[in-house]
Each structure stands twice: as structure tokens, then as C-alpha cells.
């Protein structure tokens, strides 16, 4: 490889990331000051009960808080992960009580660390992360107060919040010498630009380890009353208006092929599961609700479990294998109709991404099971593309974004074949699933809480 080659063709460098993973390091030395809490680490499920009696009233209320940050108490979200830290890390409560810890989701961390670290590393990350942490004010774009006196947390520790397409910084060493940080976004939000989901009542799909489902709700706060999520969806160039987006997560949707080849040995490789589910023509009225860690969106639920409803003697694990598949349909629905009942006007079609979605059965089922047309990105990596569109935007202005990406761009949809009433039927059943899998964990959470926030 010729280096200078290599740099030459790149004029500017994007960051996307897992958004809520949280680093907190020291300020003199650089050095982490415990390891990371990635987004889906469930450890935290104490110190949301903790915060939870701090609340006044003795309301024990998970959305006290969305007013200001948009988001509910939950185990998910960094805040709760940077309070976790600093009750149970000596370290990390030493440092931050003498003004020498250093906070940061993934994009803060790298970004220290690509532009000098203790030699002069910026501090910064974007709107997109920082409104994943319950610390940012979903109005104002900046750190709150109000928030931080909540958590407990010190102004010190945060780093400064950017738009999504600005100046960063830039690389002091290695093979990208010199080469400027010009976009930051969280890789949902990056999703969500690389599919062009720029418009208002745009929204799209992505399927990995979990589901995330974004919609456009442009320069508007729309606070869900359906259980999704408030987030900014970018803000491309400091003086550019915030676009923001509600959000559905999923935890687990391809994590739930991991558990049936590594804990069951259905599966010998995830490669084998289009064909495996292909045998057979239905799921022989089997229904799998994958919550290994709760139900976050729309039902906010973190004592519900996993459950398999429907065996019989016939059931085999091809059966399986297809319900899991229509386990993920299914809670793609439950957050679409949280969607139309938020915003009021049902989507037409779904731009979906991710892994999951070379997968042409699944994403039949996707299209039979929610009654829209379904659109696969062409260029898989969306969360990367739209990193590289927005850091693009910051040195060519005039870079329409909206434009095609290549000279055949358009996309086949892929229809509905089943009829309403057999979809409608399919999916009462697995909302009795959900009534199973429900409060399953014994915990000290009152029934009232439990409801306060399910989606119904």
C-alpha cells in the first residue's frame, strides 16, 4: 500500500458509533479508568431502581425525566451507566470528585485518542450521541443542570457538544496524518442520512444485533406518547437547524440467532438460516419473544424474559428458526404502530439495512407481517455511507445530499402477499406472547410504574 496514495483520495474522515457505550478515562494520564459499559450491558438495572426512589412524591415514574432529555429511566442509557460507574468504581468516583475524569461515548474516546489524546486531544462529540446519555436537553442541544443534579454527575467530566457535520479535529499520527474529523454521528442517525431519510415522516430500519427504527419528524419534537424514544436525528453544520427523530429499540433481533446456534445448537452458522427457514412454510403457530435483557421499545419492560408459546410434538427447528425470523417482524410492527399513533400518518414504505437484510425470506416476512413495501438499501453499510456523506458536507457545502448515490438507484420493493385479517390474526397471537413474557423477573417495581410507559 502507498500511503501517500492512500491519503491523497481522502479528504476528510467521518465518525459513527455505538451511541450509549460509555469510557470515562483520566484526564492527566489518558488511561480508561475502568472498561467500557457497552450500550446493551444490563448491570445497571440497580441503579435505575436507585434513581427511581429519588423521584419526588415517592412517583417512582421511568418518564420524569423525558421533558428535558426525551428518554425514559432506563438501564440503556449512559447516564445511568456513568452513575452505575461512580457508585460502584472507586477510581472513577475519586477522579470525578477531584475535576481528573473524562467522559465520553465511543466517537469522544476515539476521537481523544485520533487527535493527540493527553497532547492536546479534543473533547467534543456530537448532538446525536450526547442525546442518547439523559444529560442533554432535547431543546436547548447542551448539557442540563437539572439533569446532572439528578444523576449526581459533575459538569467537569462532559465533553463539548457539536453538530453532526462540523470541524472536529484532526489526525496527528499514523497513516492518516493531517486528515481532518469533519462528521460525528451517532450509527443510527448515521443510518438514517446514509438511507436519505432526510425528509420529515421518512424512516428506516436497521437490523443487526438489535433493531432500531428511526423516524423523521424534521425540525419538530414530537415527545411520544407510544413508547418511543425522543432523539435528535442530526444536525448537519453548526448553524443548521436540528432535525430530530422518534426512535424504536430493539434489543435483540439477530443476537436471537447467536442464542439458538450457541446456547441450543440449532443452528451450526447463521448462514444456514434463510434455507432452514425456507423448509417449512409457516412457524406451525410458534411464537418466540427473544427478551433475554427486558423489552425496551414500545413496552419499556426490563423484568420481562424470554418465552417460546406454541409448541407441539410437530414442532421442529426449522419452526423455530422461522418464528425467530418473524420475532423480529413483529416487533418492527409494534413500534410502527406506535409510530402512525405518535405522528398520525402511517408509513407507505420501510428502507431497511443491516446485516439481517441479505436475508430475501426475512424480509418477505417483514413486508407480510407489518403491510408495507419494504426497500433494501444497496449499499449495505448505511451507518458508514452516511458517516462519509455528512463529514463530506462539511468540506463541500454544496454537496447535495439528497441526490442519487450511484446510476441506478432505484430499488425494488418487496410487497405484502398475505392478506390483512391472516396478518391481524398472526400478530394478536404474539401480543399473547408478550402478555407471557411480561413482568417476568421479581423485582420491587410497583404495577404502576410497570404500566406507565408499555405503549399501549
Known sequence: MHVTNLTLDIVAI???????????????????????IIWLDNRTTSTVEDLLKTIPNNARNINYLRPLCGLPLSPYFSGVKLRWLRDNVSTVRKAMDEGNAMFGTIDTWLMYKLTGGVNGGVHKTDVTNASR????????????????????????????????????GDIVDGVLKGISITADLGDQQAALVGQQCLAKGQAKATYGTGCFLLYNTGPSIV????????????QLGRNAPPYYALEGSVAIAG?????????LGLIQSTSQIETMASTVDNSLDVYFVPAFNGLYAPYWNQDARGVICGLSEETTSEHIVRATLEAVCFQVRDILDSMHKDCKIPLAKLMVDGGMTVNNLFL???????????????????????????????????????????KSDARQAIKPKIKANERDL????????????VNWETSSLSQGERESFDGA
Not at 442533554?136 to 442540563?144: A, H, R, V
Not at 415527545?223 to 442530526?234: A, F, I, N, P, R
Not at 443476537?255 to 446456547?263: P, S, T
Open 223 to 234: 415527545h411520544s406518547q407510544h413508547g418511543l424514544l425522543t432523539t435528535v436525528g442530526y
Open 133 to 168: 446519555t439523559m444529560l442533554m436537553n432535547i431543546e436547548t442541544l447542551q448539557w442540563d443542570k437539572n439533569l446532572l443534579k439528578f444523576f449526581d454527575l459533575p459538569n467537569s467530566i462532559l465533553p463539548e457538544i457539536c453538530s453532526s457535520a462540523e470541524h472536529f
Open 255 to 263: 443476537a436471537a440467532f447467536n442464542w439458538l446456534r450457541d446456547n
Open 426 to 437: 398472526r400478530y394478536q397471537k404474539w401480543k399473547m406472547a408478550i402478555e407471557r413474557s
Open 14 to 36: 467521518g465518525i459513527t458509533n455505538q451511541r450509549e457505550s460509555t469510557v470515562i478515562w483520566d484526564r492527566n494520564t489518558g488511561e480508561p479508568l475502568a472498561n467500557a
Open 364 to 406: 418477505q416476512l417483514q413486508s407480510d407481517l407489518v403491510g408495507i413495501h419494504v426497500l433494501r438499501a444497496k449499499i449495505a453499510e448505511t451507518t458508514a455511507l452516511g458517516a462519509a456523506m455528512a463529514a463530506y458536507k462539511t468540506v463541500a457545502p454544496d454537496y447535495n445530499m439528497e441526490g442519487p448515490l450511484s
